[in-house]
T-cell receptor
């Protein structure tokens, strides 16, 4: 069964600290993995997208990693800011069809001053 | 580009009433998706269109749900009759073709059925 699981479910960190969010998946055949940031009351916004051959991709203070062998991905946030408070959603795409997206339920990150 | 535009932003309606949600995708995007998001289940795909044609509606929960895309710049999601369990945030997203293309989501419509 194709599934995407994220951990932790929620996280609270102090401003300026680093954090790492985890995503494990069982989607097959794998096409790509995306991390989205969703601010409260807004739609998800793409942070990174990685294909099978990519291990690391950065977008500013966000760095995503992918281990296609263990089917795990992480999103590392460096020097967190209050504006990083949001839900982070891991989305894995299978190779066939435009609708073969499998969503994690997200990690709710709260950055406090 | 104004992005994907959804309306209304919030909708409160009584059980049994008809609800229509609207979406304007990004110009030039061939794909349009309707998603529903709840705390319990996260984001779920309801239906998607390619070049205005519905391709897969297997995610539509019941016959009470219907979606149309009369042209490349407009789509609607209708619920008739609405029920309290339909309360959720409904997102529309659009994208260009290709597996590597990123989806652009609208800001969503928060639906509350009382």
């Amino acid at each position: 069964k194709n599934q995407v699981e994220q951990s932790p479910q929620s996280l609270i960190i102090l401003e300026g600290k680093n954090c790492t969010l985890q995503c494990n998946y069982t989607v097959s055949p794998f096409s790509n993995l995306r991390w989205y940031k969703q601010d409260t009351g807004r739609g998800p916004v793409s942070l990174t997208i990685m294909t099978f051959s990519e291990n690391t991709k950065s977008n500013g203070r966000y760095t995503a990693t992918l281990d296609a062998d263990t089917k795990q991905s992480s999103l590392h946030i460096t020097a967190s800011q209050l504006s990083d408070s949001a839900s982070y959603i891991c989305v894995v795409s299978a190779t066939t069809g435009a609708n073969n997206l499998f969503f994690g339920t997200g990690t709710r990150l709260t950055v406090i001053p | 580009d104004a992005g994907v535009i959804q309306s209304p932003r919030h909708e409160v309606t009584e059980m049994g009433q008809e609800v229509t949600l609207r979406c304007k995708p990004i110009s030039g995007h061939d794909y349009l998706f309707w998603y529903r998001q709840t705390m319990m289940r996260g984001l779920e795909l309801l239906i998607y269109f390619n070049n205005n044609v519905p391709i897969d509606d297997s995610g539509m929960p019941e016959d009470r749900f219907s979606a149309k895309m009369p042209n490349a710049s407009f789509s609607t999601l209708k619920i008739q009759p609405s029920e309290p369990r339909d309360s959720a945030v409904y997102f529309c997203a659009s994208s260009l073709p290709g597996q590597g293309k990123s989806y652009t989501f609208g800001s969503g419509t928060r639906l509350t059925v009382v």
